[in-house]
């Protein structure tokens, strides 16, 4: 199958796929693109809302609809680096044996990651970028594909540990979960409230979605577009000339190169899955809010005039 065939044909799987996650999640139509680009792009998605919009459930259909294996890790306080990578014990043969940890599968879901000390959360690094796990001096593949959906609730502060640079960096996407309209909380209620329990069907296969993924890397992107993706990410570093007013008052720290490259990797990712050949600067533009919201850090000058970085990243436009 030709490359321009393949799209087309994600095109149609994508549609069937958004139209399969809606017989169990109400609205929620960004949260639910933003998921699937970044499982597209080969990223990870942090997911930060309050307590009751769906977002286990949101991730758990997404792993049915794709036929992945989903493990969904309760982050706590009291939580050990081995209680997510696994740990080797002796057997009967007096020999070691590696006991893998919930870590080993397609989908993690990372429920409220704030809540367990740093250095359970630093567990989590070498898996969300080498795909891998050493335990004992021993490197462990993790299964492919592989994408960790992490949950945070920005409400409850007491008890929780933020996540670090380095951590949130990781992350493909920041996606904020919003409450839902009145319309869709009266069809949420009459939807679960009637002890109904519908099903999803299974669209993809694993070896489906890495062969998508490859797909999506080799689409050609035009120089003006790359430029001009480095040029809005240099843009939210105050220290840099091309820095507006805004970013060089309100701003400590911009994004980084990573940045860049997941802009770009996932404008394709959105170009593809709306049928297009190659990502024009719109593309760039729709997936910057979840690109940028998380490696930027306001100063306290924000903090105090309410000023929120989605307003700044719209400004940089």
């Given amino acids: 199958m030709s490359d321009v065939a393949a799209i087309k044909q ?3 799987k994508y549609e069937n796929l958004r139209q ?5 999640i109400v609205g929620q139509d960004q949260v639910v693109e933003q998921v699937l680009l970044a499982i597209f792009s080969g990223g990870h998605a942090l997911l930060i809302g309050v307590p009751g919009l769906a977002k286990t459930l949101l991730v758990n259909t997404v792993a049915q609809t794709l036929g992945l294996d989903f493990k969904r890790i309760q982050f706590t306080p009291d939580l050990m680096p081995s209680d997510i990578l696994g740990s080797e014990i002796l057997d009967n043969n007096r020999e070691f044996k590696f006991i893998k940890g919930p870590i080993f599968a397609n989908i993690i879901l990372a429920d409220e990651i704030n809540r367990t000390p740093p250095k359970t959360q630093a567990a989590l690094l070498e898996a969300m970028q080498e795909k891998s796990v ?5 490197n462990h593949k993790l299964t492919q594909p592989y994408f960790v959906l992490a949950t945070q ?11 670090p640079e380095a951590q949130l960096d990781r992350f493909m996407f920041a996606i904020n979960l919003d409450y839902p309209s009145f319309n869709e909380e009266v069809e949420v209620v009459k939807a679960t409230t009637v002890g109904a329990n519908p099903k999803v069907s299974v669209l993809f296969t694993a070896d489906e979605i890495m062969n998508y993924q490859q797909l999506i890397k080799k689409i050609p992107v035009a120089d003006n577009v790359i430029e001009y993706a480095v040029t809005l990410v240099g843009k939210t570093r105050p220290k840099s000339n091309a820095a507006p007013e805004i970013v060089k008052k309100y701003i400590d720290w ?4 990573r940045a860049s490259q997941n802009l770009i990797l996932s404008a394709k990712a959105n170009a593809a899955l709306h049928g297009k050949f190659s990502p ?3 593309d760039v533009q729709k997936v910057a809010f979840g690109i940028l919201r998380h490696r930027l850090i306001k ?6 005039e309410g000023l929120t970085i989605e307003e700044i990243i719209k400004s940089l436009f």
Avoid at 134 to 138: A, M, S, Y
Avoid at 153 to 163: A, F, R, S, W
Avoid at 254 to 257: D, I, K, S, T, W
């Fill in 10 to 12: 994600l095109v149609i």
């Fill in 20 to 24: 399969e996650i809606k017989k169990i």
């Fill in 134 to 138: 050493t335990i004992g001096g021993q």
């Fill in 153 to 163: 609730n920005p409400i409850e502060q007491e008890g929780t540990y933020p996540l």
């Fill in 254 to 257: 911009g994004a980084g190169p």
């Fill in 280 to 282: 024009d600067i719109e």
């Fill in 299 to 304: 100063n306290y000058k924000a903090e105090a």
